[in-house]
């Protein structure tokens, strides 16, 4: 397995003494092999000197329990950051079950979590329970009196963007609904407008942008561009742009779509693209609200961690060591937003905080 783990340098900014950051250096060369073994990102906030230590996990994998709790032992970070938010800290009583460890000699808590889940298992790796991996990271920082911060927006806020940004609509709600019937029937209107152009078999770009603007093919707006792009390059004999069957049966490959939703590369889609593409999918309201936003609202939180007063550090870090615990999907655009001006990081947020629904009503 080709190894991921990077330490990206950046101008240092003295908010720590020369101690604290020489420990901290000292600390990723010791653990360079755990971190690589377990495919990490270290990037250095240009702005705060914070070194940030990326663990991507996976939140129904045993794996993953085990791969935060060696970390945190093995390096004592100074801080540990978890992709939580307070309303399901409260609900999964976790503080409560963190001040009853706080400070305990206790050498694991393996046994608590990683061997029960296992015994839980039908597979022995995949958990019954989702999230375990939060879980230790929040209870054994408790344990080893280091802060915690919680770096996720409120999941009610998440649920409620996700809900009025859904497109509306017979196939959109259709799509939600009922998918495996939505594809199906997507296809065979598809199939209904196949002509023979250039050779081969094709679909009318007209064609494609009405499925795209009612909202009948399930694709995510890059897909979708590239669908459109292809029609530049065939036509049928009365000139009118065609795009080539056998590109758009490759490009709506389920097996493709999920690589690309799982990516992390994508960006919400660009306000002028709208009347081109059509209006978000399901997909792209996903990606935006659960992925994008969240991406950047992670990596702003990390970086405000160094001034926040928090139990085990009521006057701010003691130190620049960080680790954050977040999902896979989040890690590539999360480690890209820590090394952006602070400022640029900020008026990401501020443009998609406004209700761009609104907006989007206006237009229709």
Known sequence: MQSIFRIQWGPLVPRFKPIQIRMAREKLRKGRGLLEKHQCHVVQVPDSGLFVILLGVNHVEIESVK????????????????ELCEPRVRSAGLREEGRRIRGSSKASLRKDLADELRKQSSDG???????????????EAYRL???IHLVDRDY??????????QTVGLWPLLHRRLPRLAQVLGRKHLQWTVKTAGGGRAVPESCMLRMFHRGQIELPWAMRREVLEAAQEMRDISGEKMVPLEF???????????????????VPMPHELRHWLGPESNLDVLTRVI??????????????????????????????????????????????????????????????SEDRTCDEALEM
């Not at 791969?67 to 978890?82: F, G, M, S, Y």
């Not at 490009?251 to 799982?262: A, F, H, K, N, V």
């Not at 160094?306 to 954050?324: C, I, K, Q, R, W």
Request: charged share 25%.
């Open 156 to 165: 009610l806020d998440t649920v409620q963007r996700f809900c009025a940004a």
């Open 67 to 82: 791969a935060v709790e060696r970390i945190i032992q093995a390096l004592h970070p100074d801080a540990v950051c978890v």
């Open 291 to 352: 992925g994008f936003e969240r991406d950047a609202i992670i990596a702003r939180n990390i970086r405000e961690i160094h001034t926040e007063s928090v139990e085990n550090a009521p006057d701010g870090l003691n130190g620049p060591l960080v680790l954050a615990a977040v999902g896979k999907a989040h890690v590539q655009a999360v480690a890209h937003h820590l090394k952006l001006p602070l400022s640029e990081l900020h008026e990401i947020i501020a443009d998609f």
């Open 125 to 139: 790796v995949r958990a019954s329970e989702s999230g375990a991996e939060m879980k230790m990271a929040f209870l």
């Open 248 to 266: 758009l049966q490759r490009l709506s490959d389920r097996q493709r779509i999920e690589e690309y939703m799982l990516s992390g590369r994508h």
């Open 145 to 147: 009196l280091k802060p």
